[in-house]
């Protein structure tokens, strides 16, 4: 119930590409839904989030969409840059049944080759 | 101030000692979060903080794991009795109500059990 499984595990694209990142979860009251990005020997950094009132939300090359029936979301980088090779986790949460915490996803490593 | 703060960095101990993680939040945050990150993993939820109250604990938390916060400021995490399995990275996080905000990660504090 718990759970947010993420696909794929590695990532690699060429630059100006298009990156897809996807995430599965189960626990319907979930209703908080951050990407995070994260550099080697740095802590996590919000990148975009959504909530299940939007199917859709943008922020410059970044974009979440999000379909609630389905329960799923994804990530799209557009113009993919090697600036943004990195490992890139998707989260969820819900205040109400599971507290403040975020259940995070196992990552994809992105790679985005000159 | 320039963002959630963890001390040290690194550790590195032999199985069965004890050691104690501390971490800053960013400035007038409510709210502290504690996460584990082994390799290859997203962050595991291990513990909540309201202010000074301790609010949820996660069930990876066993008893050999306590975290305060005293005067809703700087939080403590400590490990006695290390084991091996304990090796990883513990991330900080802070944010602000509502809950849904962002949650500013520290760099992390990597734990290494000889």
């Known amino acids: 119930q718990q759970q947010v499984k993420q696909s794929p595990q590695s990532l690699i694209v060429q630059k100006g590409g298009i990156s897809i990142i996807n995430c599965a979860y189960e626990n319907t009251a979930f209703d908080y839904f951050p990407w995070y990005q994260q550099f080697p020997g740095k802590g996590p950094a919000l990148l975009i989030a959504?909530?299940?009132?939007?199917s859709e939300k943008k922020e410059g090359r970044f974009t979440i969409s999000f379909n609630k029936s389905a329960k799923q979301f994804s990530l799209h980088i557009m113009d993919s840059q090697p600036g943004d090779s990195a490992t890139y986790f998707c989260a969820a949460g819900n205040e109400e049944t599971s507290g403040s915490r975020l259940t995070f996803g196992e990552g994809t490593q992105l790679t985005v080759n000159p | 101030d320039t963002g959630v703060s963890q001390n040290p960095r690194h550790k590195i101990t032999k199985r069965g000692q004890n050691v104690t993680f501390r971490c800053d939040p960013i400035?007038?945050?409510?709210?502290l979060y504690w996460y584990r990150q082994t390799l290859g993993q997203g962050p595991e939820f291990l513990t909540y903080?309201?202010?000074?109250?301790?609010?949820?604990k996660s069930r990876l938390l066993s008893d050999r794991f306590s975290a305060e916060r005293p005067k809703g400021s700087f939080s403590t995490l400590e490990i006695q009795r290390t084991e091996q399995g304990d090796s990883a990275m513990y991330l900080c996080?802070?944010?602000?109500?509502?809950?849904?905000?962002?949650?500013?990660f520290g760099p992390g504090t990597r734990l290494t059990v000889l």
């Open positions: 996080a802070s944010s602000l109500d509502p809950w849904y905000n962002e949650q500013f």
């Open positions: 959504i909530r299940p009132d939007v």
């Open positions: 400035s007038e945050h409510n709210r």
């Open positions: 903080f309201q202010n000074e109250a301790q609010l949820e």
